[in-house]
């Protein structure tokens, strides 16, 4: 019978907790390590939402890519959300279990993921950690040479973007060199200026990232919460290759936090 521990394991084999940046918090966020599992729904964001989700498909453990706990509670009254799901995950003995920047860092973590969507191809690191080449934050790589306009609209389709963000002076015409970073990665642009890429593809980029390097790359912000949708395929293939028969589920009640109009 597997325990919380074994799909911890799997994960961290994939994605050490080793790298996570500092401020992070992954891994076992409520429950018992020893506890028996039966199901796991994957998501991007624990929610009250996905709680319920995970009760009616009768899933005792829930992984997510964003923790449920950055900081320390100083109380669990229920007031907050998060308190609230705590309380009721403790009840319910659901456990829940996060792999966050660990799995941005790792080999084909997050970004790898975004990039194989958009047939990126030779793909190396963005910014290596502590000298190793095959982990880190972000990826760049090539692709077959397509003007900026396609490129921009492809992408947009690919990850079902309501509205796409995208630097206007940029002078390049045709991608070649792609660099990507999922979630929020405006920290990278130039690092991806300095290799040479032709468009940087992230979230959450500031207003004076857009008028500091609009001249020197193209920027395009896809948003956060689409940037990571694809975590719950990486979280199912980690876990299914290793437990074939281990039944996990998406998670279908989670929502974009942000709204277009």
């Not at 028996?36 to 996905?50: P, W």
């Not at 609009?214 to 896809?222: E, H, M, P, T």
């Not at 975590?231 to 299914?240: A, D, E, G, P």
Request: with cysteine; hydrophobic share 40%.
């Amino acid at each position: 019978m597997l325990k919380v521990k074994d799909i911890a394991s799997a994960i961290e084999s994939f994605a050490p907790k080793s790298l996570q940046e500092s401020y992070d918090n992954a891994g076992l966020q409520v429950g018992d390590p020893e506890m028996v599992v039966s199901a796991a729904l994957l998501c991007l964001d624990v929610t009250e939402d996905v709680l319920r989700e995970a009760l009616e498909r009768r899933c005792n453990l829930i992984v997510s890519h964003h923790p449920l706990l950055f900081k320390g509670l100083k109380e669990v009254t229920g007031k907050t959300a998060a308190e609230r799901i705590v309380i009721t995950a403790i009840k319910e003995n659901i456990a829940i279990y996060s792999a966050h920047t660990n799995l941005d860092s790792a080999w084909e973590g997050v970004s790898h993921e975004i990039a194989h969507v958009l047939n990126v191809h030779d793909i190396r690191v963005l910014e290596p950690r502590d000298g190793e080449h095959s982990v880190g934050l972000g990826v760049i790589g090539e692709i077959q040479p397509t003007p900026k306009i396609e490129f921009l609209r492809k992408l947009k389709e690919a990850f079902k973007v309501k509205s796409l963000r995208y630097s206007s002076q940029s002078p390049q015409l045709v991608v070649r060199k792609v660099a990507v970073c999922g979630g929020a990665g405006a920290s990278l642009i130039s690092e991806a200026v300095s290799a040479g890429a032709d468009i940087i593809i992230t979230g959450d980029v500031k207003y004076h990232d857009f008028t500091t390097y609009g001249l020197d790359i193209i920027i395009a912000d896809i948003g956060h919460y689409e940037s990571e949708l694809c975590t719950k395929k990486i979280f199912s293939k980690i876990i299914r290759g290793k437990f074939p028969e281990f039944v996990t589920y998406f998670a279908e009640n989670e929502t974009n936090p942000i709204n277009y109009m």
